[in-house]
């Protein structure tokens, strides 16, 4: 039941290029930056990421980005990346855009069993294109499939050795229903503590949906567009 692993190095030992990962976060909150930068010095290639965001030009999965290891991106907005931008336009990487509740509920449906579901959102549109259409007391709906990955990568807040997770705040986002949707999923935490330290009642994540976890260090949590007040 002890999930700990040394670090991200450790935890990726089995990442092999071609591989569908999971990536938590949203924007740049509650990323998991450690796993990022492991796999970039890993130099895995091939890879197929699906993750509300693609980073920006130099943190985050853009980092992934700027190194090529990244063949496809299964996202939501990806607008604050220029890199991604210039590789798909050069057809240097494939871009699969999703509604971002369908992003959300497809990866929900992934770690349910759910292989399917309709829903109207999205008809009429590209999004539509090729895919099944069948109609609902007078409404068009349009057919997604589920996701899963063979892995996640998971960010939390604080963690124990059997891999129950508690996220903060905003960071709570993608992370939780990825957790349900790999065959693998490996958790970074800021707080790795002892059994019995988190209660029961608050904890997000069951460790029974984690397979590794470790301590994540240096994290940087930057701000992806600051907004303030002009003074006066």
């Not at 091939?46 to 985050?60: E, K, P, Q, Y």
């Not at 063979?150 to 957790?179: C, E, H, Q, S």
């Not at 949707?181 to 984690?210: M, Q």
Request: proline content about 3%; some cysteine.
């Amino acid at each position: 039941m002890d999930k700990r692993v040394a670090n991200a190095d450790a935890a990726i030992a089995k990442l092999r290029d071609g591989a569908t990962i999971l990536m938590g976060g949203f924007g740049l909150c509650g990323i998991p930056e450690n796993l990022i930068a492991a796999v970039r010095r890993k130099g895995t290639k091939s890879l197929t990421v699906i993750s509300n965001n693609a980073g920006v030009d130099d943190f985050g999965i853009g980092l992934l980005l700027q190194t090529r290891q990244v063949k496809k991106m299964i996202s939501t907005y990806v607008g604050e990346n220029k890199l991604f931008e210039q590789l798909v336009l050069k057809g240097e990487l494939e871009v699969e855009l999703n509604p971002q509740g369908t992003l959300a509920e497809r990866i929900r449906a992934g770690g349910a069993g759910i292989p399917a579901f309709f829903t109207p959102t999205g008809y009429g549109t590209m999004v539509a294109e090729k895919k099944e259409i069948r109609e609902f007391d007078g409404r068009k709906y349009v057919l997604e499939r589920g996701l899963r990955g063979d892995f996640a990568f998971i960010k939390a807040w604080r963690g124990d050795r059997w891999g129950n997770l508690i996220y903060r705040k905003t960071a709570r986002n993608f992370n939780p229903v990825m957790a349900t949707a790999a065959d693998c999923v490996i958790a970074e935490v800021e707080e790795l503590v002892e059994l019995g330290e988190l209660d029961p009642n608050s904890i997000h994540t069951p460790g029974i949906f984690v397979d590794a976890i470790f301590s994540g260090e240096h994290y940087e949590k930057r701000i992806e567009r600051r907004t303030v007040r002009k003074r006066t």
